[in-house]
């Protein structure tokens, strides 16, 4: 379980102001001294993350952040916006309360606004009242802002721990770890082939995260998957007794692909079904058609979520921009990020096109895409893009959706 990839997990994250004793409930939590602990305020300068598999939730990841009232001389600005940044990742929010005083409140309201379900804690339960000022004030004060008791905990004696499980458990996200990649598009028995990248972006010998969670899902779903490059498709289609249910290639070579498979078998992409999967369907399908309105002058953002060194012949530094740029005008720009790099303000774009997203998890995508909609900016993602260009969009199939795919060639 220990091998769950990050973006799979559910993301707990601790706020509280400096010395409130999140990283002592990190550890308590995790039953690990992850995070270093002292009475020096401002101890925890960068989150520091910790995974673990909860009896009855799943596979988690703890994240120790920075105290937000940390104003170190030039620095706390910096280490506020890392725990805003762990914020758009978050899942489910644990904030401590020490004062309930005007910061903290603003910190919840703040979290609570961004959509991000939040439990109330009250930490060193194990100190005389005295020393934590008038705790049933502190409680009440909680209780009235929250609408709810807060969970008081000791990190010390473990009490209250399993209060803060159970009030994960309310919160689970409904769909967590319900989601499937491929849905409705392939049943028990049905014969799948993949159509793995050429330009493998992988370090030699292994293969990225879509494809090797892809094939988990089809093996669990009782499929039989076929897998070959973009070269190697005659060859692995003549092999196989009868055509296959579903072809699922990669994006860069969509069209050779439907030009290439049987009538009458549906066509997908790695990056079509991410889209489903980690972002919103609809919004990407929305973005896609959006390109239209695309011209000389535009400017496109393309966000890839790897960082890795980029390949000659990479899919978002070269592939599609040159697509792009063939299609609307040599003039168009295209500007890359990568990782967590993204703007705050897109309004100078007239379009993002982000990457699979394999690597992050579902609510850090969907921060971005609700980023993007709030500043009226269409986005899609890698495969609906070229989809869209190679004019096979209508033809792509998503999962609830059984349309036949391939029927003549455009
Ligand atoms: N008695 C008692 N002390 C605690 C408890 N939790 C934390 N402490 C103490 O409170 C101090 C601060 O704890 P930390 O866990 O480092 O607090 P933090 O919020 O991570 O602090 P920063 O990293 O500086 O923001 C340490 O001296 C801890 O030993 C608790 O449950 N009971
Ligand atoms: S995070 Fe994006 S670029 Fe990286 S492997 Fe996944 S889909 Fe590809
Ligand atoms: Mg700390």
């Known amino acids: 379980m220990n091998d769950t990839p990050s973006s799979e997990r559910l993301h707990v994250t601790i706020f509280g102001r400096r010395n409130a004793g999140k990283s002592s409930l990190v550890n308590a939590l995790t039953r690990q001294e992850t995070s270093l602990v002292s009475d020096i305020p401002g101890t925890t300068t960068d989150p520091v993350r910790k995974a673990m598999e909860i009896p009855g939730i799943g596979p988690c990841v703890f994240t120790d952040t920075a105290g937000f009232d940390d104003d170190a001389a030039g620095l706390g600005e910096k280490r506020t916006g890392l725990t805003l940044k762990a914020l758009e990742k978050t899942d489910i929010a644990l904030m401590i309360f020490s004062d309930c005083g005007p910061v903290e409140k603003e910190w919840y309201r703040g979290i609570v606004g961004k959509g991000v379900p939040t439990v109330p804690v009250i930490s060193k339960a194990d100190l005389e009242p005295s020393a934590t000022g008038s705790a049933a ?133 790695f990056s079509v079904l991410f889209a489903a999967y980690k972002g919103d369907l609809s919004v990407f399908m929305e973005g896609a058609r959006a390109m239209e309105r695309l011209d000389p002058e535009s400017r496109v953002l393309i966000a890839e979520a790897c960082t890795h060194a980029p390949a000659t012949e990479d899919i978002g530094r070269v592939k599609i921009p040159a697509m792009l740029r063939r299609r609307f005008g040599e003039s168009l720009v295209t500007e890359v990020v990568g990782g967590t790099d993204f703007p705050e303000d897109l309004s100078g774009y007239s379009l993002i096109i982000h990457c699979g997203a394999c690597m992050f998890n579902r609510r850090y995508v969907l921060n971005r895409i609700a980023a993007a909609r709030r500043q009226g900016i269409p986005i899609t993602n890698y495969g609906m893009a070229i989809a869209w260009m190679k004019g096979i969009l209508d033809k792509v199939a998503v999962p609830g959706d059984f349309t036949p795919v391939r029927q003549e060639c455009v």
């Open 137 to 269: 004030g502190l409680e009440a004060s909680v209780a009235a802002l929250c609408g709810e008791s807060p969970v008081r905990v000791s990190s010390l004696t473990g009490e209250g721990i399993d209060g803060i499980f159970r009030a994960l458990l309310r919160r689970l996200p409904e769909d967590f770890g319900h989601r499937d990649i491929t849905g409705d598009l392939v049943k028990k028995g049905d014969a799948v082939l993949l159509v793995m990248p050429q330009d493998i972006q992988a370090p030699k010998g292994r293969l990225i995260l879509p494809q090797v969670q892809t094939i988990r899902e089809l093996l669990d779903k009782g499929c039989t998957v076929v897998a070959c490059t973009a070269a190697g498709l005659a060859d692995s289609l003549a092999a196989m007794s009868s055509p296959p249910a579903l072809v699922i290639t990669d994006s860069s070579v969509f069209a050779e692909v439907h030009a290439a498979i049987p009538a009458g078998t549906r066509l997908t992409s």
